[in-house]
């Protein structure tokens, strides 16, 4: 509980200062206002997903069935459909703005988002984030564990490629002449694959070295034991 109300303003604060550095530049695409609201809804978003995909390994392996019941899981997926939606309207209204401000360099940096060389990874983006939620809208997805599974790995896949496409706007700015094509190279897989590599050691040496479950948080709420008081 203490955690919880600990990681509520922290959720608010980083991820709107983090939007903010987007939204002070003057470049198209970023230099918006949706920017806080949208970088919030997104990380709750990606945060319970990231969590359903860790909680249902865990809970099968640590035989956590009767603490992390199929309650927890099925809110767990509602918050996940509803800051989904949320995400998504997010990418309309940044498209409306674009449109209705009239300003061609935002226009270009949208349309070019959508149809231009690097429009896969921003429908990706679109199928995961808005598309794969709305399952969730039926309970026997809600409360199927191997479909919740692979949902929550989409939307992690399509919040990856969310960031992707905001950082690809750079690629073609105002000037003509300074436009590239990003080509990762061999360093940047090693980066991507090395900070896999260190969150999944850390979580499974907290699942080796600490509860897993808060035992004084859930006791009062467990079931009595026939013939217990």
């Known amino acids: 509980m203490i955690l919880a109300a600990l ?3 922290l959720v608010l ?7 903010f ?23 709750i978003f990606s945060g319970f997903a990231m969590v359903v995909t860790l909680m249902v390994i865990a809970r099968e392996v ?33 498209f409306f703005i674009a449109w209705y401000s009239g300003n061609e360099y935002e226009g270009f940096a949208f349309v070019n988002r959508a149809f231009g060389p690097y429009a896969w990874a921003y429908w ?4 995961c984030n808005v598309i794969s939620p709305q399952f969730f809208w039926f309970k026997k997805m809600r409360t199927n564990i191997p479909v919740m599974f ?26 003509p002449s300074s436009w590239d094509m990003y080509s990762p190279t061999i360093f940047d897989y090693a980066m991507l694959i ?32 026939k013939g217990g008081h």
Request: aromatic letters at 14%; proline letters at 5%.
């Open 150 to 175: 692979v949902l929550s790995i989409f939307v992690n896949i399509g919040m990856w490629f969310e960031r992707f496409v905001i950082m690809m706007t750079l690629h073609r700015d105002f000037l």
């Open 124 to 127: 990706i983006m679109i199928s």
């Open 7 to 9: 990681s509520t303003p």
């Open 62 to 94: 640590f035989n956590l069935k009767n603490y992390i019941t199929m309650k927890h899981l099925e809110n767990m997926n509602k918050i996940i459909l509803v800051t989904g939606m949320i995400v998504g309207l997010a990418y309309g209204t940044e």
């Open 21 to 43: 550095d987007f939204a002070v530049s003057i470049l198209p695409g970023w230099h918006t206002t949706i920017f806080p609201p949208y970088f919030v809804a997104g990380a």
């Open 13 to 19: 604060s980083v991820h709107t200062i983090v939007s």
């Open 194 to 225: 090395g900070t896999f590599g260190i969150f999944f050691t850390l979580f499974l040496l907290w699942c080796r070295i600490m509860p897993v479950i808060a035992v004084a948080e859930v006791k009062t709420v467990m079931p009595a034991e």
